[in-house]
């Protein structure tokens, strides 16, 4: 049951509603949450979690379609931590919770049972294993439960924090602090000059892959002026006019990515040796080759250059800009 | 010096580039700092800093223009504490430095130098003290020592950590984990339909003033999916199409604030009484009249409603819109 705010038919030219992990419609009651809506949301039989573990999400495959919600009843066998447990929010009135396992799947002793799998978000993601609803609300989960291990202490007085209403927020009776959620923004931007855009290439990248540069957007700043200034200090190249195009949530490990086209004033690339590997401009039409699988071929006979996954939004920026003329 | 990447001739028309404390032009050369950074700097007779302390800074009336950066040396009989001490960044070669201080400006025995006073941020903004650059350095300062003061211990494993690389980050010795400043992403939004526009009045707020409705983008959450959520919380309303304007960086603590126009699909308001004392349309004309301070007159004869001040962004984004036809 959509949300009545997040009516699909009016975001559906939106381009961050066709984003991966964008598409969450739960009701997250955050602001009517009582200090019990945990204990009240796992005893609820409607309840349905994803089972969480080192970076991965269980998956189940026995039934066709691949399944990530699962009764409480069904994640017993995985060691759930209930004390751990977050309440994402309400689909209707049927709670949705995230629940991190007990389990270690990379453990030899650690069987998983016919046709259920972890699997990690990226991979989820890329092979649409699950609904954009669900890949959203699985998104949510992993933030908050990364979160959550890196705020288990009170930051200002080193005492043990608890949890509150189901997730949303840590307390220190110590020291009487709240924290919240800890949400990371970071700017990517697709830099083009004329008909030719600006990628680069980090060593972390897959063999080939080129993508739109990006970083953290720093105390201080404006969403332009990361834009800036991340694109200098990456490639010497000083930027004009930035134009947001659309926002991702990103749980790796809680991110908000932030897409915008920015203009080049120049063309000359000082590239940051410690950052990228590789820096260069590709024409319109190289692009294109490249996105219908007929780039550029190397002397070993393989195509030389591959885009970002369609998951991730610079591949999004990417293929809205080649195909804007 | 101006950094070469935020050359204001070209930022000129740039909405976020006309906000209090987006000014800031230091080169922080993040990634070229080196772990003796900060006493580097503080060994500069160039070095100059902001005086911090409990939400003030420093400023010195004396000579005329008033004066937020200080030699280390008038800094010495404030009780500077060198070793919190943030390196912001560099104007030109000269190290720009956030130092917190000793004293507290509340207790009766603390007797400032005359003609310097210790004023918050938001009245040396409204009164516009610094000029831009000083002011989003100042606004970064602040907000790297709130986050600081915030992240003392590990928590993931409740452990002192310590600063590294001249206050970019933290360090847990304990558990090995790196920790960088916070900043947390609001969407600020002026919803509008025809020619209206939906403000709202915090109980917070000073007498008769209405703002924009916003609040912080939760994990797992786009940007226009956040507006049309808080919006929806707040007033009821469902929005269609949202526009990102604007962004602003806002040292309370350390927040950054995102701008949009959305269109609202419909009028009837729900307002959450929690949050909002009251929530109504304003029509262009009435705007228009409050902006010439020509609004309504209540029965004690005084303007009814007024803006947030012309510092907030919410305050741009009502002046644009009402100009805007």
Chains 1, 2 share one sequence.
Request: proline fraction near 6%.
């Amino acid at each position: 049951m959509p949300r009545p705010f997040l009516d699909p038919n009016f975001i559906a030219e939106e381009t961050s509603a066709k984003l991966a992990f964008s598409g969450n419609r739960l009701d997250r009651l955050c602001e009517e949450r009582e200090a019990n809506c945990l204990e009240k949301a796992l005893a609820d039989r409607t309840a349905r979690g994803f089972g969480f573990t080192r970076g991965r999400v269980l998956i189940d495959f026995t039934n066709g379609t691949p399944r990530g919600l699962f009764t409480l009843d069904e994640l017993q066998k995985f060691r759930p931590k209930l004390d751990r447990t977050v309440l994402l929010g309400f689909d209707g009135e049927a709670p949705r919770l995230a629940v991190p396992l007990g389990i270690n799947p990379d453990d030899e002793n650690c069987v998983l049972p016919e046709g259920v799998k972890a699997i990690d978000y990226r991979s989820i993601a890329a092979q649409s294993l699950l609904g954009e609803n669900e890949m959203g609300q699985m998104a949510q989960g992993a933030a908050y439960l990364a979160w959550h291990s890196s705020a288990r202490f009170c930051g200002r007085c080193g005492a043990a924090t608890v949890v509150q209403d189901g997730g949303i927020k840590r307390y220190c009776s110590s020291c009487e602090r709240e924290t919240f959620p800890r949400t990371d923004p970071v700017v990517i931007m697709l830099i083009i000059r004329g008909d030719k855009c600006l990628l680069g290439r980090s060593p972390h990248f897959p063999p080939g892959v080129y993508s739109a540069l990006a970083g953290f957007i720093e105390a201080g700043e404006t969403i332009e002026t990361a834009v800036r200034r991340e694109t200098f200090e990456e490639s010497g190249i000083r930027i004009g006019k930035v134009s947001y195009q659309a926002s991702q949530p990103w749980p790796f490990p809680h991110t908000l990515m932030i897409g915008c086209l920015g203009e080049a004033l120049e063309e000359e690339i000082i590239k940051d040796d410690g950052e990228l590997e590789d820096c260069r401009w590709f024409s319109r039409d190289e692009m294109r080759a490249i996105l219908e699988g007929k780039g550029s071929i190397n002397s070993a006979g393989e195509q030389e250059f591959f885009l970002p996954p369609k998951m991730a939004i610079a591949n999004r920026l990417i293929v809205d800009w080649v195909k804007s003329k």
